[in-house]
C-alpha cells in the first residue's frame, strides 16, 4: 500500500522491486537512507521535519542570491524548447556566456544545463583515448563521473598530493599524448583550497593541462569573485575552468571557460551539451542577474567571508593567513553515521539546520555536519550556531588542543 498525503493506493507490482528494498533496509539499518524532505524556501528557513521555524546552514546559497525574490523579465519565455545546436541557445544565453567569458578573462564560455553536466561533459569529452587523466581523490561526483566515461587513462592521487601527482608525471609523462590534471578548486565537503599554484607548476614542467572545478569558489573568492584560481592567482595558468549557476550565483546551470577553440570542441563533441534541451531562458535570466549582482555587489562575498573567518576563528580551525579561512564550507566531522545523524536532529531541537553528510558523499568513518555559510545569515543567527557547537564535546576537545583537529 502507497500513501501520498491521506490518499492510500494499491502498488502494483510492488514486490517486483523487493530486491531494491532490501538495500533500502539496509540503508536504514546503517543510518545511510537519505531521505528528500520538503521545504518551503530554498534556504530551508520554515522546517523540513516539523521542527518549526529553523535557520539553515544547508544551502550553498553563499550569497543570499538564490533566496531572494526576483521580479526579473517578464518577457522572459519559458523554456528553451530545444538543444543548443537546434534552436535553443536565446540570445540570452549568449548574452551570459559573454559576461561569463569577461568576468573569468577567458576567450570564451559555454552554458549547460547543470554543474554536473559541465564538469561530467569536459573530463568525458576532451580527454580522449591514449591521454591520461589525473584526478584528485576527494573531487565532486561529476569529475569522477566524467573520468568513467572518458576514454582516457585515469589515476586517482591522494587529496591535494603534489609529490603523488609529480611522480606519477615523471614516471609515466612520456606514455601519453595529453595529460590532464583535474581539480575541484575549493573542495565541497571539507571546504579547503586545492594546492593550486603547485598543481600548475607541475603542470607547466610536465606539459600538462590544468581543468578546474569552481563550483564552490565563484563567487565567494577572488578580487573580482570568479574563484579560487583567481584568488591563487594562477587564472591564467588553468586553461579550462568550470562553474556552476547554482551556489553564488544563485540560479542553475553550469559553465565552462576557456580557449575559444576548446569551446568549439565542447560545442561539437560534449554529449551532455549537444543532447539535453538549453536551459531555460527564465533560469539564464536570473543567472545574468546574478553575475551582474556578484560584480557590482562586492559586499556580498566580503560579508560571508568575515563570518567563514568568524566561525573558523571560534573553532580554533588552523588559520594560515590567507584566503582558505574565508571559504564558506566548515565540516565538523563525527565519525559515524550514527553520530552524524543524532547531531544534526540535537541542532534541529535547537533550531539550526546542518546537514549531516554521510558516505558515500563522504568516505566511510568521516559523517559529519556540514555547515554552510551565507550573506545573509545575521551576526544572532552565527551566535547560535556557535553556542551550539560549544555543547559538542568533538568541538571543545579540539579547541583544547586535546585529541585530534578533527576539521
Ligand atoms: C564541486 C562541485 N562540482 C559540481 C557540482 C554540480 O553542480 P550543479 O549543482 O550545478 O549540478 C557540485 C554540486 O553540488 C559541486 O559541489
Known sequence: MGR??????EIPM????EFL???LAALEVSDSLRRLRRWPDPDGRGGGGGEGELISFASNDYLGLAAERWAGSDACPRGAGASPLVSGYTELHDRLCRMLAQWEQAEAAVVLPSGYAACCGVVATLPRAGDLILSDRWNHASLIDGCRLSKAEKRVYPHADLAAVEATLIRHRHEFEQVWIVTDGVFGMDGDIAPLEGLCDLADRHDAIMVVDEAHGSGVLG????????DRGVRERVPIRIGTLSKAVG?????VVGPQTVIDYLVNFCRPLIFSTAASPLVIATAIDGIRAIREEPWRRQRVRELARRVRGHLSLVDKGDSSGCVPIIPIILGSNHRA??????ARQAGLF???IRPPTVPAGTARLRISLSATHRADHIDRLLRFLNGLPEVRQAASGNGQQPF
Open 223 to 230: 578580487e573580482d569573485g570568479s574563484g579560487a584560481c583567481e
Open 14 to 17: 510492488s514486490n517486483r522491486f
Open 21 to 23: 528494498r532490501r538495500e
Open 341 to 346: 545523524v543524532h547531531v544534526a536532529k540535537q
Open 251 to 255: 540560479s542553475q546551470g553550469g559553465f
Open 4 to 9: 501520498i498525503g491521506d490518499a492510500s493506493f
Open 354 to 356: 546542518i546537514p549531516a
